[in-house]
């Protein structure tokens, strides 16, 4: 899972978040499978 915003505030800064997430599956888990949802406040299932 990947994130990334960026933002200009003002004229003196700029905001920028970035994330990286993962996570192990099992060595017989087919990741194609995987399903996931984002819902419209954030939460990611």
Same mark, same amino acid.
């Given at each position: /899972?990947? #994130?990334?915003?960026?933002? !200009?505030? *003002?004229?003196? #800064?700029?905001? +920028?978040?970035?994330? /990286? !997430? !993962?996570y =192990?599956?099992?060595?017989?888990?087919? =990741? *194609? !499978? /995987?399903? +996931?949802?984002? +819902?419209?406040? #954030?939460?990611?299932?």
């Amino acid at each position: /899972v990947e #994130g990334n915003h960026e933002e !200009r505030e *003002d004229d003196h #800064g700029y905001i +920028s978040r970035h994330f /990286v !997430r !993962r996570y =192990a599956l099992p060595k017989d888990y087919d =990741a *194609d !499978r /995987v399903i +996931s949802t984002l +819902s419209s406040d #954030g939460v990611l299932t």
